[in-house]
């Protein structure tokens, strides 16, 4: 055995070695939504065996629909990894994530923002990438303090609404 180990390069015996290592699983990744403006909810894996679920994305998406026109629009996968991350850190992943608002036509839009100084006219509600949250059982300022701390994008805080915004633009606070 030595003398054949001698004969065989380094690289190939290294390469024989990273064969024989077990393949690396990848987590699946499951949310749990309630939209109390239609009174559905959801449990779904939308990430397994290293892909997201076409099916799990089209089931979301109906629920983050705009619940005032019935308009669906496709929910940026990287927000729903946010939703992960924060449901990990609070530990929360049986408790479903409420859904103020999720897609809004642009018309829903300029409505709310004629009606609200709190709402951007070039929202990312519009493109899919922004939700308001809220958990029953979590406190929305432990909400916020963990999205901040995670660093994906933006973090709105509306403790007079009693919700949270995050979305995946670029990294803010307000």
């Excluded at 009174?39 to 979301?60: M, N, Q, T, W």
């Excluded at 660093?151 to 803010?172: A, I, L, T």
């Amino acid at each position: 055995m030595a003398a054949l180990v001698g004969v065989i390069p380094k690289s190939a015996f290294a390469a024989i070695l990273r064969k024989s290592k077990p393949a690396k699983v990848l987590p699946s990744k499951a949310l749990h939504f309630f939209n109390p403006h239609t009174c559905e909810k959801i449990d779904v894996s939308y990430f397994a065996k290293g892909r997201y679920s076409p099916a799990a994305l089209k089931d979301i998406s109906y629920l983050f629909r705009d619940h005032r026109t019935g308009a669906i629009k496709t929910i940026d996968p990287h927000l729903l990894d946010y939703l992960y991350g924060i449901s990990l850190k609070l530990e929360t992943r049986s408790s479903p994530f409420h859904i103020i608002s999720g897609y809004r036509t642009p018309e829903t839009n300029a409505i709310l923002c004629r009606e609200s100084g709190n709402v951007a006219k070039n929202s990312l509600h519009i493109q899919g990438k922004a939700v308001d949250i809220r958990l029953p059982d979590r406190k929305i300022a432990a909400i916020r303090r963990v999205a901040v701390s995670l660093k994906k994008g933006g973090v709105g805080y509306y403790p007079s609404d009693n919700f949270v915004h995050v979305d995946v633009g670029d990294v803010r606070y307000w």
